[in-house]
């Protein structure tokens, strides 16, 4: 068990629609990662947050956006869905903002009809 | 632009041999390494990381090896488990520019240790 808490675990909606995936990091991390996987594909980085501001951006689409609040639990909201976008959504959380071992949650699975 | 490559889908190995996982990447500003391993249905979990400054590390059954000037890197599990059997990412990170925390993932390798 990482201690990463990720919200659903498995998610089915359709073409044009919205989610929103959830986050809890481990207890004392203040830094939240997203990161994506498509079939057959590596991890995608997504996005950083720092202790509730973005730090770093990857190739993120316009159409998705993300937050961690003030409890450190962060969001990623999906929207105008694709075909495209089924993938694993995987969260992972550090301790600071520096490269260091990140630790991953079990990932949301998302699957666009 | 793939900067990191895992250039082997897949390998197979006896239990209690030795596996090697062979990871290139292509971007210099890269100077921290870190492994993971990956079981179906879970998250990737942390093995082992390497800083550049540093050409080896070990940790019990797994080795990591670092040659700067190849840009390439090898896990080295001995011996080999059937336990140890999942798929294996390489990553990357530039500690030193404003890529903060950021890892640069490869493909990953499918190991499988046969009884």
């Known amino acids: 068990d990482s201690g990463v808490t990720q919200t659903p675990k498995h998610l089915i909606t359709a073409t044009g629609q919205r989610v929103t995936l959830r986050c809890s990091p481990r207890s004392g991390d203040l830094s939240v990662y997203w990161y994506q996987q498509s079939l057959d594909q590596g991890l995608q980085f997504l996005i950083q947050y720092y202790n509730g501001e973005e730090r770093a951006k990857g190739n993120i689409l316009e159409r998705f956006s993300a937050q961690q609040f003030p409890d450190l639990h962060s969001e990623l909201n999906l929207s105008s869905l694709e075909l495209g976008d089924s993938a694993l959504y995987f969260c992972?959380?550090?301790?600071?903002?520096?490269?260091?071992?990140?630790?991953f949650g079990d990932g949301t699975r998302l699957s666009i009809l | 632009d793939q900067q990191v490559k895992q250039n082997s889908p897949s390998l197979s190995v006896q239990e209690g041999r030795i596996s090697i996982l062979n990871c290139d990447y292509t971007?210099?500003?890269?100077?921290?390494f870190l492994w993971y391993k990956k079981y179906p249905a879970e998250g990737p979990t942390f093995l082992i990381s390497i800083s550049s400054i540093k050409d080896k590390n070990e940790d019990g059954r797994f080795t990591v090896f670092l040659n700067k000037s190849a840009k390439h890197l090898s896990l080295h599990i001995v011996p080999s488990q059937p336990g140890d059997s999942a798929v294996y990412f390489c990553a990357a990170a530039n500690a030193g520019g404003t890529s903060y925390g950021k890892l640069t993932f490869g493909q990953g390798t499918i190991l499988t240790v046969h009884p």
């Open positions: 971007n210099s500003m890269f100077d921290y």
């Open positions: 992972a959380s550090s301790v600071d903002a520096r490269p260091q071992p990140q630790h």
